[in-house]
């Protein structure tokens, strides 16, 4: 796609920006990536329509309440995490990108640690797995409390094939999640995502059964160090 130039300010209608993105971009962009390693994202405002309609596979009812929520009050910049979070979903990774570069300067830190979370995961999908571990551990710096970085942490380390770091990562993930209460916040761009983290979670349970069908559920899939993670795991790493 082109450059979209267009000055961003504290008092830009976040909305606008979004469909003028969108409209520029044009159709969504090819995925995956031969050297993908997707981890997961994750949602500000993990209630409410729009998240619901997300959650469902409507990505597209999800963006117009996400827009709707960020013309009703511009300075609440959650939403417009929430909005990136759809157009990943629909593979228009660039018009997300911007739109999280936002979130990073203007929000507050909550709001910025989500942005920082999905920006890594924009990084692993596009092959880029040590920017995406820079923005992951950028993320979890400005809230070590918050098991959401962990997670994503976890998943990229297993990708990549540093189990001991992945391990130790689910672990405080798991320790810090106590109800699993965050991993309600989390978002799945690709539904191999989600397996991946059920295996890890799995695992570190002591539910071999669970994580060894999960495991062999995440062999087929069609990004390769996902299926390398689950055969490494499969044979007993």
Known sequence: MGTVDLPIKRSTAYAALAASLLAACGGAEPRPNDEAAPVVAILASPGGTATEKLRAGDPAGARAAYEAALAADPDRLAPLNDLAVAYLVQGHGEAARRLLDEVVAHGSPPEQQAALLNLGELYALDGYPAAAEAYLETARGLDPERPGSWYA?????????????????????????????????????????????????????????????????????????????????????
Do not use: C, N
């Not at 189990?163 to 672990?171: E, G, M, S, T, W």
């Not at 309600?184 to 059920?198: I, M």
């Open 153 to 237: 942490l976890a998943l990229l380390a297993d990708a990549r094939g540093q189990l001991d770091q992945a391990r130790a990562a689910i672990r405080e993930a798991v320790r810090l999640d106590d109800g699993a209460a965050a991993r309600a916040e989390l978002a799945y761009v690709y539904p191999e995502e989600r397996v991946h983290l059920e295996a890890l979670v799995a695992e570190q349970a002591g539910d071999a059964a669970l994580a060894a069908a999960r495991w062999r559920e995440l062999a087929a899939s069609r990004y390769g160090s996902l299926s390398a993670a689950a055969e490494r795991h499969l044979s007993g790493e």
